[in-house]
């Protein structure tokens, strides 16, 4: 072949993988939301140009994303629909794993899926289950899921959980969780409610339950601060909309419980409460509440906020740091943060 004919030929190629490529990063999703800058700082966080991508919609309500690194995909619950699903660039949404909540024959009603999820230290995939009324972990491979399930916590001192909301686990391999009433068919009222009370509580690596706090009045989010020195639970209740911070001391328990900060008073026409939230590897906080997802520093300064029509839920944070996602309603969305 000519020399110059394997040329051409080369650059036809070149040419159409980069206009397949062009093509790809240009897919066009609706956008919603606003952006407000407060601080100077925030300008480090994310780019005043950034957009909320809808990328995926249609669920009674999203909650609990996870972004999953080995398998470029977003796993995400819709709660009443009792079904985690599954988000990655090339396919959509695809439904991933059902039931993800509730595996009884029982009939019954209420927010009976999964709700918050993360990875354990062996990387399996931890589950809220509402309807269950435990932690579990998903006893299957991620490339073939399967609702086989394996408890990890089902009660407090003989008392079955209330609905296990949120969930993380800590360098050591500890799983920590919150406990408010909403998976409850009748909510407080429900004549089922064992525990009087809305915990947080840690799974120890050989199974013990431990209670961190049972003050909080709806204990929702969770997470540390880089370190682990420092965890921050929000509480999604509307007469006490609060973010929590607690000290973790050298035993492992908890104390010196405070306000790290608080909406109390705020405009009620906004849509959600302190709710999910993520921390970055600065100390950055993503917390969404009334409104959308409010960015805080490490000392509780409001640094900025993403305004959103609909209530937000949670939100996840890629590894990189340079995106996140926010389950909102019934959106999932998408903000690259930072080029």
């Given at each position: 072949?000519?020399?110059?004919?394997?040329l051409?030929?080369?650059?036809?190629?070149?040419?159409?993988?980069?206009e397949?490529?062009?093509?790809?990063d240009?897919?066009?999703?609706?956008?919603t939301g606003?952006?407000?800058?407060?601080?100077?700082?925030?300008?480090?966080?994310?780019?005043?140009?950034?957009?909320?991508d809808?990328?995926?919609?249609?669920?009674?309500?999203?909650?609990?994303?996870?972004?999953?690194?080995?398998?470029?995909?977003?796993?995400?619950?819709?709660?009443?629909?009792?079904?985690?699903?599954?988000?990655?660039?090339?396919?959509?949404?695809e439904?991933?794993?059902?039931?993800?909540?509730?595996?009884?024959?029982?009939?019954?009603?209420?927010?009976?899926?999964?709700?918050?999820?993360?990875?354990?230290?062996d990387?399996?995939?931890?589950?809220?289950?509402c309807g269950?009324?435990?932690?579990a972990?998903?006893?299957?491979?991620?490339d073939?899921?399967?609702?086989?399930?394996?408890?990890?916590?089902?009660?407090?001192?003989?008392?079955?959980?209330?609905?296990?909301?949120?969930?993380?686990?800590?360098?050591?391999?500890?799983?920590?969780?919150?406990?408010?009433?909403?998976?409850?068919?009748?909510g407080?009222?429900d004549p089922?409610?064992?525990i009087p009370?809305?915990?947080?509580?840690?799974?120890?690596r050989?199974?013990?339950?431990?209670?961190?706090?049972?003050?909080?009045?709806?204990?929702?989010?969770?997470?540390?601060?880089?370190?682990?020195?420092?965890?921050?639970?929000?509480?999604?209740?509307?007469?006490?909309?609060?973010?929590?911070?607690?000290?973790?001391?050298?035993?492992?328990?908890?104390?010196?419980?405070?306000i790290?900060?608080?909406?109390?008073?705020?405009?009620?026409?906004?849509?959600g409460?302190?709710?999910?939230?993520?921390?970055?590897?600065?100390?950055?906080?993503?917390?969404t509440g009334?409104?959308?997802?409010?960015?805080?520093?490490?000392?509780?300064?409001?640094?900025g906020?993403?305004?959103?029509?609909?209530?937000?839920?949670?939100?996840?944070?890629?590894p990189?740091?340079?995106?996140l996602?926010?389950?909102n309603?019934?959106?999932?969305?998408?903000?690259?943060?930072?080029?």
């Amino acid at each position: 072949m000519k020399p110059f004919l394997i040329l051409f030929i080369a650059f036809l190629f070149f040419t159409c993988n980069n206009e397949k490529k062009e093509n790809q990063d240009k897919q066009m999703y609706k956008t919603t939301g606003t952006y407000e800058r407060y601080d100077p700082a925030l300008d480090s966080i994310i780019d005043k140009d950034a957009k909320a991508d809808i990328i995926a919609e249609g669920f009674e309500w999203s909650e609990g994303p996870l972004w999953i690194e080995k398998y470029k995909m977003l796993l995400f619950s819709d709660v009443p629909r009792d079904t985690i699903y599954k988000w990655t660039e090339e396919n959509g949404k695809e439904i991933y794993l059902t039931p993800s909540g509730y595996t009884d024959s029982i009939p019954r009603g209420g927010e009976m899926g999964s709700n918050g999820l993360t990875l354990d230290r062996d990387d399996h995939l931890v589950l809220c289950q509402c309807g269950n009324r435990q932690i579990a972990i998903m006893d299957a491979p991620f490339d073939n899921p399967a609702p086989k399930y394996i408890p990890l916590a089902k009660q407090f001192n003989g008392k079955k959980f209330n609905s296990p909301n949120d969930v993380i686990a800590d360098s050591k391999g500890d799983i920590f969780f919150t406990d408010p009433p909403y998976g409850l068919e009748k909510g407080m009222d429900d004549p089922k409610k064992e525990i009087p009370f809305q915990g947080v509580y840690k799974i120890t690596r050989d199974g013990k339950v431990i209670l961190i706090t049972d003050s909080l009045t709806r204990p929702n989010g969770l997470a540390f601060f880089p370190g682990e020195k420092t965890l921050l639970v929000a509480n999604s209740d509307p007469d006490k909309p609060n973010w929590y911070a607690f000290d973790v001391n050298e035993d492992g328990s908890f104390s010196n419980g405070r306000i790290f900060f608080s909406v109390a008073g705020y405009d009620k026409s906004l849509k959600g409460l302190p709710d999910g939230l993520k921390i970055d590897s600065k100390g950055n906080v993503f917390a969404t509440g009334p409104g959308g997802v409010y960015i805080f520093n490490s000392e509780g300064k409001k640094l900025g906020m993403l305004r959103f029509d609909n209530a937000t839920s949670n939100c996840a944070l890629s590894p990189d740091e340079k995106t996140l996602y926010v389950t909102n309603d019934m959106y999932v969305l998408r903000i690259k943060l930072r080029k």
